[in-house]
DNA sequence: CCATCCATGTAAGGAGTTACATGATTGG
DNA sequence: CCAATCATGTAACTCCTTACATGGATGG
């Protein structure tokens, strides 16, 4: 998931629900981790003093004197800068969507901003079946190819997943 | 996928096929990628010196005298460097299996190598039923967080994606 | 007092992307 | 002759992992 400043926004995210420290943020990261990401200290706190730099986030005025504890949150500049983020597929411009844009962005979605979510799903909808038809075409042309028994079914794979994908989304999509 | 020499081994597979190119290898990536996996020129051309100094690899010699073509083909260690790797299913001391490695490993597996594709097989249906108990376990916490709706997509569909491949997998051992 | 958790970092290196640079061959 | 394809690379940069380094606070 490389180029596009994924743990910058994963951190702003997670600030917006309140200011914590980067040992927090690993805290979160490891128990919410599981369904798709995670980051070590290593790339934490190095990433907490660039948006510190930036002006995204700053330091809460801590109350314990000598305490080498930094408790972060978010500026105007940062909530800004998130905000924009998490509502590009209201951006008439963008279409599609893949998989870890999508999945990065509803992580960070509830009910209160059901336009923003609506339009999210909509729009993985519309991409999830173009990937559909592309791996439908790729499917005919391995079964010419016995000895390809292992790519056959990873193809099979990514069709199941996507097919099962599409109708949660669009279950979803009525229930909204 | 960092941190197990995946294009490497990619690679050596894609060679145990037939010998070939730096720019053929390129082109197998762009058709047969979109399941999971690519790489551009610039990992392709200096991963296959790498290959050619560790001797994995060799150059054919060329018929066409003043070619700039490089044709590559398997030296025995390379040969045996991947079939090594594509046992690992075998080896007694694995038991669990995460998709990028099962993937990876599928890709190259034909119905001759029937016993590792059992045991690759066998090994992910473990993996998974142990992710599902882990998923159904953060479902039934998210579900007191309404504000976490995305996040309760995300391990929802998770779970559908899981669940449809343990039934894949189990269905495609029982013809084998 | 000692282990575990809290807390913040640096260093080194591998993996992956984007941009740049160059030139031969093939087909219309 | 000109465009597309074949063909091989380097440079710079970001992303990500593993290992290392340090020390305070808390609870049994």
Chains 1, 2 share one sequence.
Do not use: C
């Not at 105007?76 to 893949?98: A, C, R, V, Y």
């Amino acid at each position: 998931m490389a180029r596009s400043n994924t743990l910058q926004y994963m951190i702003l995210g997670l600030l917006t629900r309140q200011p914590m420290t980067g040992y927090d943020i690993k805290q979160i990261f490891d128990k919410e981790k599981a369904e798709f990401w995670t980051a070590p200290f290593s790339q934490i706190y190095p990433e907490l003093n660039r948006l510190l730099n930036k002006e995204l986030i700053s330091l809460v005025e801590s109350t314990e004197i000598n305490s080498r504890r930094k408790v972060y949150q978010l500026t105007k500049l940062g909530t800004d800068t998130f905000m924009d983020w998490l509502k590009l597929p209201l951006s008439p411009e963008i279409t599609q969507l893949n998989n870890d844009d999508f999945i990065l962005r509803l992580h960070f979605l509830g009910k209160e901003q059901i336009d923003i979510l609506k339009a999210l799903l909509e729009m993985r909808e519309r991409t999830l079946k173009l990937e559909l038809a592309e791996l439908e075409l790729e499917l005919s042309e391995v079964v010419h190819h016995p000895e390809q028994f292992g790519r056959e079914l990873i193809i099979q794979k990514e069709l199941s997943n996507k097919k099962s994908d599409l109708k949660l989304w669009r279950s979803e999509l009525k229930n909204l």
